[in-house]
């Protein structure tokens, strides 16, 4: 099975740091994308990539930016944290468009 | 704007009865319709995709049906288990809209014995 791996559970971060949000898919999949879900929003897309240093912006991009250098791996970055991007991070893959989405566990973070 | 609806208020049914959960979708020329279930604080788990040529997919007691003139996908879950219980979410991705899925808010499903 596809296994999309992100490095935390839970994270606490302070207003203005710089968060990185990893993630590893162990299945040399093409596509990767982040999203973000709060209670009555849904899941809403932040970035995304089809290959290795591209990436395409989302729905709502402002405030994050994303790094891929390697196929495996799909990086999140919070420039300056604030308080209203606490939230649940979930990273996707899949290996072609018109496939079903494996998804990480997520990231519970809150920014104070 | 693309819009999906799918009901917030919590479906509760009796085990062994047959579920089913609505999404509704305006303004969209879907290329294909997915469903997923998510456990609380986990990621979402893809259960079914359903194209937009097809009527119906079944996957052992899951069943989806897509019809693109009511806009309008329907999942059922027969003989319903108390482990069935989950939010289900349904998600879209249309013609034109740059290959990317967009999902629902989710319908909450609960099972009681």
């Known amino acids: 099975d596809v296994k999309v791996t992100q490095s935390s559970r839970y994270l606490v971060k302070r207003t203005g740091e710089k968060v990185f949000l990893e993630c590893v898919q162990d299945?040399?999949?093409?596509?990767m994308f982040w999203y973000r879900q709060d209670p009555g929003l849904g899941l809403r897309l932040i970035y995304f990539?089809?290959?290795?240093?591209?990436?395409e912006k989302g729905d709502i991009p402002e405030g994050y930016s994303v790094s891929r250098e390697k196929k495996e791996r799909f990086s999140l970055i919070l420039e300056s944290a604030s308080t209203n991007q606490t939230s649940m991070y979930l990273c996707?893959?899949?290996?072609?468009?018109?496939?079903?989405?494996?998804f990480g566990s997520g990231t519970r973070l809150t920014v104070v | 704007s693309q819009k999906i609806e799918q009901n917030s208020e919590a479906l509760n049914i009796q085990e062994g009865k047959t579920a089913t959960l609505t999404c509704n979708y305006t303004?969209?020329?879907?290329?294909?319709l997915q469903w997923y279930r998510q456990d609380p604080g986990r990621g979402p788990v893809f259960l079914l995709l359903i194209r937009e040529n097809e009527k119906e997919k079944r996957k052992e007691r899951l069943k989806v049906t897509f019809d693109t003139t009511l806009k309008q996908s329907l999942f059922h879950i027969t003989a319903s288990q108390p482990a069935d219980s989950a939010t289900y979410l349904c998600a879209l991705e249309w013609t034109g809209g740059g290959n990317k899925l967009t999902f629902g808010t989710g319908t909450q499903l609960k099972v009681e014995l």
């Open positions: 303004n969209y020329s879907p290329a294909y």
């Open positions: 990539s089809y290959d290795v240093k591209m990436k």
């Open positions: 299945m040399d999949h093409e596509n």
């Open positions: 996707a893959s899949i290996p072609l468009l018109g496939y079903g989405y494996t």
